[in-house]
């Protein structure tokens, strides 16, 4: 497997999370962190999503405007992998940021452990809302999601790209967009209306 070497300005670092789903039921896997780096990756130049563990993140304490080096590998399955390269090896911490903490939203301090995510829980968020307004913020996440449309059929599955937030109800950015739809068995359909979110999230007051 072909390895490249980047270096780069770590523009967010995001929960790196993947959904499983079958008809009502879901299963988050989660895989590590997300840290979107700026400017070069071997001989490109743009922004690249690198996938790191959860102890290099909790070692290093990355947050925006780190510049960081390192070594990855291409995702082998888009479809199951948030990170366009993960298996990151040799990290180093080039440089700190001496940027000042805005006030948020969105939030840009190093996120918390991925064990303080579960807790939390989630909620959908739309994925317009998602590019424009969260770009930089702790809170969002984007996941692969694989779905098992029936169980007697395991080769059945479809695969798509789901937005979520776990940041503040009382965030001015959110929309919750709308519900989505999971395929089952039989032409069958369920759709995952407010009352998900509004369980997972009810432990947590309007700021939390």
């Known amino acids: 497997m072909d390895r490249y070497t980047w270096l780069g300005e770590v523009v967010s670092v995001q929960p790196r999370i993947r ?3 079958s008809f009502d039921q879901r299963h988050h896997n989660s895989l590590g962190y997300c840290l979107r780096v700026r400017e070069v990756l071997g001989e490109q130049r743009g922004e690249f999503l690198i996938g790191i563990g959860g102890a290099a993140q909790t070692k290093y304490s990355f947050r925006c405007g780190n510049v960081v080096k390192g070594e990855s590998a291409p ?7 948030p990170a366009e390269y993960y298996k990151t090896s040799g990290l180093q911490l ?3 940021s001496d ?3 805005l006030n948020p939203p969105p939030w840009q301090e190093p996120p918390p452990t991925l064990e303080v995510y579960r ?3 989630l ?3 739309d994925s317009r809302t998602y590019e424009s307004k969260c770009t930089n913020c702790i809170w969002r996440c984007r996941m692969p999601v694989e779905m098992i449309v029936d169980q007697w059929k395991p080769t059945d599955r479809r695969y798509r790209v789901e937005t979520f937030c776990y940041g503040p109800k009382s965030c001015a ?4 967009g709308t519900t989505r739809k999971v395929p089952g068995r039989k032409g069958m ?3 995952e209306e407010n009352w998900v979110d509004e369980d997972a999230t009810s432990h947590r007051g309007p700021d939390e």
């Open 19 to 21: 959904l499983l789903r």
């Open 75 to 81: 995702a082998r399955d888009p479809r199951l992998e």
């Open 94 to 96: 080039i440089s700190r």
């Open 99 to 101: 940027r000042p903490s």
């Open 119 to 121: 807790r939390r829980g």
């Open 123 to 125: 909620r959908r968020l």
């Open 173 to 176: 950015f959110y929309r919750a």
């Open 189 to 191: 359909t369920w759709e």
